[in-house]
């Protein structure tokens, strides 16, 4: 291949020989054809010797280096240029390389800097020689691959990020007909996995075909009506729609409607359509994707085989699922010590909140997840067979399996719940022979004992409380009322005064208003609860409090339990800490529930202890010295 030819331009003839004689022209694969001092000149010589490359100062007499390189970029394109300047000279580099300058250089020129840039500069355009004599090649090529080349540009443009002449312009160039519209719409068309196709219909016979018959299905559905485009992006099949004057986003949606139906029939699989939001230009059709394919994540509250619009499930902002602290002790709680119609109650209570709240499939599923945690942790603090109790083989993902869909989640957990509790009450009930066992042998050996007294014995009394309010406890069907209750806890304290007294009420009973709210709470900073166990009224179908008018908004029912629970919390832990360094007898009940390697045992007067130790001493009644008190709770460490 003959070499390429190169002009060199600068206004000082010392450098222009210096350079020329320094550089081994051959063996870089160039020759020199001629030199300027300027521009001007450059630019009669460029025209006719034609170089292949231009090697230029900036700073010239009559015509600089910046303006012959634009002369040039518009007159001879094809040749490159390459600047050497002085280092105060950065400035007019910059500008130069938006001139597409391919390469800059600083003076003095080096050596071997500039013959590893011909070098490279050869290459380059070695190459683009090769590229120009396969152009055919090249053109067929281009052919097989336009429909790769186009579906990577309709992914790059749900995506974001490109300017509108260059989106019209790629729209022509791929022939993409959706320009130019009122407003556009993305729908995410989803093909459930779980379908099977039964029909031995020869088109369908392989599995890998169906995604295929569906695309043709919906174009079928939408040519003539709708300008749009279908193509596959790594998520889903994306279908972009343009809605113009004489069309609609609701005939759209119904159409897209008569797609699943038409899938479902003919094709025997169930095809899902999120619909995103809409946009007014094609340069923000990021959101609408993104969108669209939340809106297929709502096919698990929804169900499959439809449209789903983003619009119908977010229609005021997200809301929130959260399986908070405050339901994870009820459910522990109640599975637990039951009774089955309280499990019941409490999943009853747990599953609605999830139904009633419209969230996207994420929430949904880290809900359930945190449901499944605690009950899985509550089975192996109690030595529970998961495989027996959750019907799976030890498989945590099969848990999961069985709550995909909303409809199985409460008869479920439901039924996980019930056999929990049963395995508990089994457990307990070997645990309370013990516990017996002991108190009859300890009556029988201190039988004599003056001072043995059932106030010496029992020091906890649960009396529960429900409202302090006398108006609401006789709307609960309560058979006392609020001075009653004061006057019973008043008789039970002379009786025994460190008696621990421990309580339940609930916050937001049907008819409640502020002023019984109060009554409740002056009950509470009279009595001085221990503990008490607060809970916010559910309503039950079927029950009469289901029916009753004035139920109670949301918000101030949260309000009016935050300000209950702070109460209670603050008596408790003024209360319970009377004990606090000094030893104790404690029942050792279970494992504790949240950090292994403790146990939880019980005071007298039912004040509960956390402090290390193994199951070995589940049913047995041990000294613990009370380290710290929790309010509700003591630590403490046992003592030999």
Not at 6 to 25: P, Q, Y
Not at 256 to 262: A, F, M, P, Y
Not at 491 to 512: C, H, M, N, Q, W
């Amino acid at each position: 291949m003959n070499p390429y030819k190169i002009m060199l331009v600068d206004d000082e003839e010392e450098v222009r020989t210096s350079i020329i004689r320094k550089i081994d022209w051959q063996d870089a694969g160039f020759e020199v054809i001629g030199d300027a001092e300027n521009g001007k000149e450059a630019l009669e010589k460029i025209e006719q010797n034609e170089p292949d490359v231009v090697l230029t100062d900036i700073r010239m007499p009559y015509m600089d280096g910046l303006e012959m390189a634009e002369n040039i970029r518009q007159r001879y394109p094809s040749i490159k240029i390459v600047i050497f300047s002085g280092f105060d000279e950065f400035e007019y580099a910059k500008k130069a390389i938006k001139l597409n300058v391919i390469e800059y250089i600083l003076k003095p020129v080096n050596v071997e800097e500039l013959t590893a840039i011909l070098k490279k500069i050869k290459k380059n355009l070695d190459e683009e020689i090769e590229q120009k004599r396969n152009v055919t090649l090249l053109r067929e090529s281009y052919i097989k691959s336009l429909p790769a080349i186009r579906e990577h540009f309709l992914n790059d443009l749900i995506h974001g990020g490109m300017e509108e002449a260059q989106i019209e312009e790629k729209l022509n160039e791929y022939a993409i007909d959706v320009a130019g519209a009122v407003k556009w719409v993305i729908a995410a068309i989803h093909l459930e996995p779980d379908e099977k196709v039964d029909k031995a219909v020869s088109l369908h016979q392989q599995r890998e075909l169906i995604p295929i018959s569906v695309r043709n299905l919906i174009e079928e559905k939408l040519e003539g009506q709708y300008r749009f485009i279908v193509f596959h992006s790594s998520f889903e099949t994306i279908l972009l729609v343009a809605i113009d004057k004489d069309n609609t986003q609701t005939g759209l949606i119904a159409l897209l409607g008569d797609i699943c139906k038409e899938t479902k029939k003919i094709l025997e699989v169930s095809v899902t359509i999120g619909v995103g939001e809409s946009c007014s230009s094609l340069t923000d059709l990021s959101r609408p994707c993104h969108t669209a394919l939340n809106a297929l994540g709502y096919r698990a509250i929804t169900g499959s085989g439809g449209v789903i619009c983003i619009g119908d499930m977010e229609p005021s902002g997200h809301e929130k699922l959260r399986f908070d602290s405050r339901m994870e002790s009820e459910l522990i709680a109640a599975v637990k010590f039951g009774p089955k119609e309280k499990i019941r109650s409490v999943i009853d209570g747990i599953v609605s909140r999830m139904e009633d709240a419209r969230v996207h499939y994420r929430q949904y599923q880290a809900y359930v997840l945190a449901i499944i945690n605690v009950l899985t942790q509550l089975s192996q603090q109690y030595d529970l067979r998961i495989s027996e109790m959750f019907g799976v083989e030890n498989d945590y993902f099969e848990i999961l399996g069985r709550v995909q869909k909303m409809e199985n989640v409460r008869p479920y957990l439901t039924e996980v719940a019930l056999k929990m509790n049963a395995g508990m009450e089994e457990e307990r009930s070997n645990t309370t022979k013990n516990v017996i066992r002991e108190a009859k042998q300890y009556i029988q050996d201190n039988f004599q004992d003056p001072d043995l007294s059932v106030e010496k014995i029992c020091r906890h009394l649960h009396l529960p409380l429900q409202s302090g309010s006398s108006e609401i406890l006789k709307k609960m069907n309560r058979h006392y009322t609020k001075e009653q209750y004061l006057e019973l806890t008043e008789r039970i304290r002379k009786a025994v005064p460190d008696i621990s007294l421990t309580t339940d009420i609930i916050v937001g009973f049907p008819g409640e208003t502020e002023e019984d709210f109060e009554e409740t709470l002056e009950v509470v900073r009279k009595v001085r609860y221990d503990s008490a166990f607060t809970f916010i009224y559910s309503k039950r179908t079927g029950t009469p409090a289901a029916a009753m008018e004035n139920q109670v908004p949301e918000e101030v029912v949260k309000e009016r339990f935050d300000r209950l629970l702070a109460e209670v919390q603050a008596i408790s832990a003024q209360v319970c800490g009377r004990d606090v360094h000094t030893v104790q007898e404690v029942l050792v009940e279970e494992p504790d529930s949240h950090v292994e390697g403790l146990v939880t045992g019980r005071m007298s007067n039912n004040t509960i202890v956390h402090f290390p130790g193994g199951k070995e001493l589940i049913g047995k009644i041990v000294k613990v010295y009370l380290e710290e008190s929790k309010g509700f709770y003591y630590m403490g460490s046992l003592v030999d």
